[in-house]
Each structure stands twice: as structure tokens, then as C-alpha cells.
């Protein structure tokens, strides 16, 4: 190991020399005022901290940073400004069987860098390793490796943090009025014709004006990204020819990706996604970011070298109590972040902070979530995470929603997450995908259907506590859901071994694609059935975006990997995909219109608000109550009576909220049922709103008398509308 150099000179010996002076430790990172730049890095068991600066020729300047407090080491350079490259050569012991891993042979990306410059060069010569790797030999990472690898690691960027808001504002949409969309900022443009070509697949192509005028088109309110921090793809994906197209790879978590920026990768990426939320907050929508504090791509104890292994290995990371050589797993990466110690929790506020008051984003999906909730080794609701967060004055007051489990032992933990966070509903998606196929209870689907209070009412939350959806990123698209019943992930060239095989899917008779037009009819009116069960329920819907124009992975349900046609949307004209785009459309519209379905509190199956009925009502094809019987044995049909005089919380002024009266009928069975609507005090007249066994049926164009018999189609829904 190399001695500290004690001058501020270039690492080849010419007769440069750059000014040092002691500089602050807070705040970390880098901080440009004008005149230079200050210089602060966390670790705790560090010996010694080389600051490293890089020309445009890629020479490197050392410079030895001596002032340390609190375990920052921190420095500032004089005339040094945006725009600057650099990066951290940290020294100290290299001792895997005690947790140390430090290596000064291997260039650190700032774990506070708020720019980052391109992504590690895999086809260089240089070892990202900060061992000598030997094959398949799982000890490799004993001997340290002492090439230098600066040529093939991503340099951080100095940037200037000014930006031009314009008197900005949160559209702060109510929760209960929320209606996310859940999208790639690369996939949603990477094909569309009227975004300029140089824009597409970027930051600037998602706040270009056919990007945004779809959005507002559709009617939803939120754009929930998937990760946007800065990644790293794995070296196997580029053996392979794949790139890490979900992103759930971070190694930057307060720079925004540089690929996905047109502009430009030595800040200008930061300019171009700050105009992002800017342009979409001017048409009044929020910006959702899915971030990963769980894990980062280091990988296990034979990954490479990036950042955080290098900076300080045991603070940054998990290790096993009793063999800290390896890394506690509960995320299935090979490594979990470290949220118990002060320096790395004090870092994942710093970072949401910095993107709330910095970037102006709206919220934030954590991901595998309950990795984070792990004080010691069980799932602890009470932890400091949740602690820290909930008194904190800027991100309690932002949208906060769970993916309430990982891999670990008793990481399943939907519902028992606290106050203030809204949770990804996964016992949600797996009733309603269940429904539909006829194998789940119509108890389960109703219990969904109402907004699931039997998870998230008992600790004092509210129905929009539970994100709804059908599907995710992760899985099948809604059109592979009613296609396929297996995965086909051959192109991820993992064998089709990878992707899960619980997909409660229903192919409609034929395994993939086919041209029997009664096949297809029945595919799109399940689609229809998903989408409006979606939009109906009470609760927060979440769209998987392509889902409205009926988006296809060929099957694919683990498209991680896919940075390809695979995973991008397809804005091809197909009539098909027009029919589905109007329908969800006019979904969306039929919610937004009506505070019935999307009530503030729980639906209880009485009276509230004396108007003499039951807020919620549910009846059999005879037109009779359901009776217990029916909850756990009746087959999978439905009816359902929502009072629109039964809305409890008041509207923004304190004002009492009526709306219209709807019965909704679901049929799931494979044949036609006849359902005989309630009696007169429900409502005396009932019209069509809508139904999915004809999306082209107009609202108002039938109108039924009480107890009339109707027939449901079946594999379909209808939604009447109470007539005065």
C-alpha cells in the first residue's frame, strides 16, 4: 500500500500544483460557492483520504486530504468549480475477514456526488476488482489486486446547483385523488414519432410536449419512475450483451442517471431532470421516484469496487455478525445497505431530501422496503428509519409508498408498515388476478374491492393506504397476463429459469399469441374486466404504464435486462391498442368524476350520514344479501351497491360531499348470469354507465326499473348509474 502523497501535485510528477485549503465537513459531499468548491467524505475507518481531480486528458491530480472531523475528511480547493471531475482513493486496511476492504489502487465514486459521468467501462483492460480474480475461486478476494482502474470507473462531477424554477410549486394532489402510473423514462419515448429522435429515451423527452399531452390526455396524476439514481450494470449483462434496463442497481443515489440525459453527462444531466419535474408540474403532475436504499451494485463479497466497499466496507454495509467477510442478503443482490448505522441512515435522508427541496419531487416508492425496517435482523416497524422520516419536516409531508417486503425471513409485510406510508398491495393484485380465473372467493375480492381494511384500518390509515394494481414492472404486462400462463424468458439468456412461476395468469385457451378472433375478443374483455376492477376499487390505483395501449413482452416477465423493443412502449398505430387506451381513458374520467370511488374511509356496510341506507351493499344474482355461505362458497359473481349519500369525509371547504349511486355487477364465471337488481329504496331508475363486454355502449344508452333482471356476460362487468 502506497504512502499518502502530502502534496496537491499530479499523479504523473509534472509541475502542476493545486492550492489546498482545511475546508468543513458538512455538508458531505461537494459544495461549489462561487469561488470553490469544499470537499467531505464519510469514513469511519479510514486511514487516510486521497482526493483525486481529472483533466479532459484524463490526468490525474492526488491530493491528500488531512482534515478529518466526525469521521468526514474534508478539504476545500480554491478555483475549483462545475464542471470538475474527480473521484477518492481511500486508504486502510485490507482485511476481508474483519469487514475492511480498502484499496487506494482503485478510483471511488463520491457516495454523495450529485453528478456522475458516464458508466464503468467493462471493456476495459482495467480491474474494477479490488482483488486478483482467479476463475471461480471463491477466496480470490483475499489478495488484494493493485492496478490502478481510474480508465474504467465513472468520474463524479462538481455541478452548480442553481436552476431557474420559476415559482415552482408541489401540485400536492390528496392522496385520495391520486392516480399513478408507474413508467420507464427511457422506455415511455424510446419509440415515440412525434419526440424529436435526439430527445427520446431522456429526461427531456418525458417533459416534451407529446409526452406530457399523452399523460394529461389519460388522466392520471402521477408518474411513479423507475430508478432514476445513478446505476451501474453488472459485468455478466455486459458478457452478455444486456444492460440493466429496470435500474435497480444504484451506486449514486444523489445523481440522476446520466444516460438518460440528451444534454449533456458533467451536470447537464441535472439541469435536464430538474427540467423534467418542472415541465410536469406545470400540467399537475407529480414526480414519484422509485428508489433502492436496500442494496447497491457492489455486489457480494466477490463484487466490484465502486464506491461504498471502498470508502468504508463495514460502516456502508451489513456483514454477517460472526463472519464479516460476507454480507447479510435480505435483497437477493449479494448485499443490503446499512440503515443502522448513523453516517449511512444520516445519507438516505440526505439524499430524499436533496431530491424534495432540490429537485422538487413528490415522492418517493421505497423499494424491498422492509429491508429497511431491519434493526437487528427482524422486520421492526418501530425502527429508526420509519423514525427518523416521520419527524422529519420535509419528507413527512411528501407521498411515501413501501414495497412492503424483500427476500429475507418474515420480509412478507404488507399491512404492518406505519403511519404516513402508503404500501404496494400484493395480496390486492394476487386476489383480483385470482377472481378473474375463478379461483379466488368472492369474500377476498370484495374485501380488495372496499379498499383491504382488514390490512391497513386497525393502526389508524386510510383506504388510500393501499396502492391497487394488477401489474408492475415486475411480471406480466396486463395483455401477457391474459395471453400467457408461463414465462418465455429465453432472451434473457438465463435458460427461462429466471422470473417467478407464480404468475396467476389465465392464457383465455391458447399459450401466446393467435388470430382466433373469439380468443382475442375474450383477452381484451379481460383486460377491460382488470382495468376496471382497478379504477372501482377503493383505494389508490397504480397503471402499469403500456398497460392502457395493451403492451406486450412476448411473455417475458423478468424484463430486467431488456433495454430493448422487449420492454420499450410500442407507438405503432393498432387499433387495438387505440380501443384499450379510449377505454382506460374513460375509466379514469368515471373516477375522477365521482368521490364514490375513492372515498377517504372505510366502506362498513351500514348507515352513515342518515341516509337511511348502507354506504355499501353487497347482493347475489337473485337480488338477495350475501350471506356467509355465499362469502366463502358462492361462485365467483357479484353484486354491489355503492351509496353516493354515504360519503363521510367533507370535501377541501368543509363542504358535504353527495355524489351518484352506483351498482356494480362482476361476473367471472365462464357463462352468462342474470342478476335481478335491488329494490326500490336502492334506487327507484338505474342507467348504464358502462361494460366491458361492450366498450362501445354508451352511458345513458340503456335505462333499468328496480328489480329489473339483467344479463351479465360472461367474463365481464356492468356499472349502472342511479337515476333521479
Not at 155 to 180: H, M, N, Y
Not at 336 to 359: A, G, K
Amino acid at each position: 500500500m502506497t504512502d499518502l502523497q502530502q502534496t496537491a501535485a499530479p499523479a504523473d510528477d509534472s509541475d502542476q500544483t493545486t492550492q489546498v485549503w482545511p475546508g468543513r465537513p458538512f455538508p458531505l459531499g461537494v459544495t461549489w460557492d462561487g469561488s470553490g468548491t469544499n470537499f467531505s467524505i464519510f469514513s469511519e475507518h479510514a486511514e487516510g483520504v486521497e482526493l483525486c481531480l481529472f483533466d479532459d486528458d484524463g490526468q490525474e491530480t492526488r491530493i491528500a486530504v488531512t482534515g478529518r472531523r466526525a469521521f468526514n475528511w474534508h478539504c476545500y480547493l480554491p478555483g475549483v468549480g462545475p464542471g470538475q471531475r474527480y473521484g477518492f482513493r481511500v486508504h486502510g486496511p485490507y482485511e476481508p475477514d474483519e469487514g475492511h476492504r480498502f484499496n487506494p489502487d482503485k478510483l471511488l465514486i463520491d457516495p454523495y456526488a450529485k453528478a456522475i459521468e458516464g458508466v464503468v467501462d467493462w471493456a476495459h483492460d482495467a480491474n474494477v476488482l479490488p482483488y486478483i480474480p482467479n476463475g471461480d475461486d471463491e477466496d480470490a478476494d483475499f489478495e488484494p489486486d493493485d492496478e490502478d482502474d481510474s480508465p474504467a470507473v465513472p468520474k463524479s462531477v462538481v455541478i452548480d446547483d442553481a436552476f431557474l424554477w420559476e415559482g415552482d410549486r408541489l401540485p400536492q394532489v390528496p392522496f385520495a385523488d391520486t392516480i399513478i402510473y408507474e413508467t420507464h423514462v427511457k422506455g415511455f419515448t424510446m419509440t415515440h414519432p412525434e419526440i424529436r429522435e435526439d430527445l427520446r429515451g431522456t429526461y427531456a423527452g418525458l417533459a416534451s410536449e407529446p409526452a406530457i399531452a399523452y399523460l394529461k390526455d389519460l388522466g392520471v396524476t402521477a408518474v411513479e419512475l423507475l430508478p432514476v439514481h445513478h446505476i451501474s450494470d453488472e459485468s455478466f449483462l455486459f458478457e452478455r450483451e444486456l444492460h440493466n434496463y429496470w435500474g435497480y442497481s444504484t451506486i449514486g443515489y444523489f445523481a440522476p442517471y446520466s444516460e438518460y440525459a440528451a444534454t449533456g453527462r458533467r451536470g447537464e444531466q441535472v439541469r435536464e431532470f430538474k427540467g423534467m419535474v418542472k415541465a410536469l408540474h406545470k400540467e399537475g403532475i407529480e414526480v414519484i421516484l422509485d428508489v433502492v436504499y436496500n442494496h447497491t451494485a457492489e455486489g457480494n463479497h466477490l463484487g466490484p469496487m465502486l464506491s461504498f466497499k471502498g470508502v468504508d466496507n463495514a460502516a456502508y454495509y451489513r456483514l454477517m455478525p460472526d463472519d464479516p467477510r460476507h454480507y447479510m442478503d435480505f435483497t437477493g443482490t449479494g448485499n443490503s445497505l446499512n440503515p443502522v448505522h448513523p453516517s449511512v441512515l444520516r445519507m438516505i435522508m440526505d439524499s430524499l431530501r436533496y431530491f424534495v427541496i432540490e429537485c422538487h419531487v413528490d415522492g418517493f416508492r421505497f423499494d424491498l422496503a422492509s429491508a429497511l425496517a431491519r434493526e437487528l435482523y427482524d422486520v421492526d416497524r418501530l425502527s429508526a428509519f420509519f423514525d427518523t422520516i416521520h419527524q422529519d419536516p420535509v419528507l413527512s409531508q411528501v407521498k411515501l409508498i413501501a414495497e412492503p417486503w424483500d427476500v429475507g425471513p418474515g420480509g412478507y409485510q404488507v399491512g404492518n408498515f406505519p403511519i404516513l406510508w402508503s404500501e404496494w398491495n400484493g395480496v390486492y393484485r394476487d386476489a383480483m388476478r385470482d377472481f378473474w380465473r375463478a379461483s379466488a372467493s368472492v369474500g377476498d375480492f370484495a374485501s380488495r374491492l372496499a379498499g383491504s381494511s382488514d390490512l391497513y384500518e386497525s393502526d389508524g390509515r386510510d383506504p388510500f393506504a393501499s396502492i391497487n394494481f394488477i401489474t408492475a414492472h415486475d411480471g406480466f404486462t396486463l395483455r401477457d397476463l391474459v395471453s400467457y400462463e408461463h414465462k418465455h424468458n429465453l432472451a434473457n439468456l438465463e435458460d427461462n429459469q429466471d422470473g417467478t412461476d407464480d404468475n396467476r395468469s389465465w392464457n383465455c385457451g391458447v399459450e401466446g399469441e393467435t388470430d382466433d378472433p373469439e380468443i382475442l375478443e375474450l383477452r381484451e374483455r379481460q383486460q377491460r374486466n382488470f382495468l376496471t376492477t382497478l379504477f372501482v376499487s377503493q383505494g389508490t390505483p397504480m397503471l402499469l404504464g403500456g398497460d392502457e395501449r395493451s403492451r406486450t413482452q412476448c411473455g417475458n416477465n423478468n424484463g430486467w435486462c431488456q433495454d430493448s423493443e422487449i420492454s420499450w412502449y410500442d407507438w405503432h398505430d393498432n387499433p387495438e391498442a387505440e380501443r384499450m387506451r379510449d377505454f382506460t381513458r374513460r375509466l379514469i374520467r368515471l373516477r375522477r368524476e365521482h368521490p364514490t370511488f375513492r372515498r377517504e374511509s372505510f366502506l362498513r356496510g351500514q348507515e352513515v350520514n342518515g341516509s337511511g341506507l348502507p354506504d355499501v351493499w353487497w347482493f347475489r344474482t337473485d337480488g338477495r344479501k350475501m350471506t356467509a355461505r355465499d362469502w366463502q362458497h358462492g361462485e365467483a359473481v357479484l353484486g354491489m351497491f355503492l351509496n353516493g349519500e354515504a360519503i363521510l369525509n367533507p370535501g377541501p371547504r368543509g363542504e358535504e360531499i353527495e355524489d351518484d349511486s352506483f351498482v356494480l355487477l362482476f361476473n367471472a364465471h365462464a357463462e352468462d348470469r342474470i342478476f335481478k337488481l335491488p329494490r326500490k329504496r336502492m334506487g327507484v331508475r338505474w342507467e348504464l354507465e358502462l361494460t366491458t363486454a361492450d366498450p362501445g355502449a354508451e352511458a345513458g344508452s340503456v335505462a333499468y326499473d328496480a328489480q329489473t333482471q339483467i344479463n351479465v356476460t360472461a367474463h365481464s362487468i356492468t356499472i349502472l348509474k342511479g337515476v333521479e
